[in-house]
């Protein structure tokens, strides 16, 4: 028998412990809001954290910095790249963690996963950066973010022991309506207040693809909400990598078309510019790493 929506939602709340990475972040960005902490305060967090740790560092030694030295410590680190570099690192790096595991429930693998997330971030960065319209790094965080309740909803159906695949013919919010009784949004956002990330990017990435439905207005949705309709799911390397920003863009009707006056032509350069850094990160940041 199929387990309740009030059984997966308790199995929800169980996942937020399966991997601390996610909470260092969330308590990063807490810090960086916090006008009383300073730069040792964040340093001594991501310190707790050896993995993540041993991921900066070896971003920071990566071909995308060029450094030209070894950088043997993160506070090394923070001198050469940058604080706001580090903050970036550490948001890749608990991404990247995030998918290590393929969604076996949904029939897509982890490097589908990492690409779709890591696309959606640099083009809500962009988005958010071109229009003013909300924080670049918070939008970067959210669009890394969009999809992370598919793999809460894929932990549940392992748990409980379900055999359930998408039959290709209905997208994956109907098949998890129709199977699990919520979309992935809904156990994005139960899982990211467990891990007590900013309410702003909860609730952008809970109601977007319902944003009428929202509590309050917020143009962190409003951007999440036109990056849906400009990247719908399910793409995954082959466009990130290849495709996006060739074909024709058709925008759709929306006030955050009408509000900052796009158009498609504005909106497939973003595109072109979201895939060349997709591609620049991936080969430079993330070559021969195994997920």
């Given at each position: 028998m199929k387990p309740s929506k009030k059984q997966f939602l308790e199995a929800i709340a169980k996942i937020e412990r399966f991997s601390p990475a996610p909470r260092v972040l969330s308590q990063a960005m807490r810090l960086l809001q916090n006008p009383d902490s300073d730069l040792d305060d964040i340093t001594k967090l991501i310190r707790s954290d050896a993995a993540?740790?041993?991921?900066?560092l070896r971003g920071a030694n990566s071909a995308f910095?060029?450094?030209?030295?070894?950088?043997?410590?993160?506070e090394r680190a923070i001198q050469k790249i940058g604080f706001g570099e580090c903050m970036r690192l550490l948001k890749?790096?608990?991404?990247?963690?995030?998918?290590q595991r393929d969604l076996g429930c949904y029939g897509i693998d982890g490097e589908a996963f990492w690409s779709e997330s890591l696309f959606n971030g640099i083009f809500m960065e962009t988005v958010a950066r071109e229009t003013q319209c909300a924080d670049p790094d918070t939008a970067h965080t959210t669009g890394l973010l969009r999809y992370v309740g598919r793999l809460a909803i894929n932990q549940c159906l392992v748990d409980f022991g379900i055999g359930l695949f998408p039959d290709g013919h209905t997208s994956l919010s109907e098949w998890e309506t129709e199977n699990v009784g919520f979309h992935q949004t809904e156990a994005a956002g139960h899982l990211l207040r467990a891990w007590r990330f900013p309410e702003d990017i909860c609730t952008a990435i809970q109601w977007q693809e319902d944003p009428a439905s929202a509590p309050a207005p917020e143009p962190l949705l409003d951007c999440l909400s036109f990056t849906l309709g400009v990247l719908p799911e399910g793409l995954g390397m082959e466009y990130a990598s290849s495709r996006a920003g060739t074909e024709d863009v058709e925008l759709q009707p929306c006030s955050f078309v009408d509000t900052h006056e796009l158009d498609a032509e504005q909106v497939k350069g973003w595109l072109v510019e979201t895939r060349e850094r997709f591609v620049e990160i991936n080969g430079k940041l993330y070559a021969g790493v195994k997920r």
């Open positions: 993540l740790t041993g991921d900066i910095y060029s450094l030209g030295e070894k950088i043997p410590s993160l890749l790096s608990v991404a990247h963690s995030m998918s």
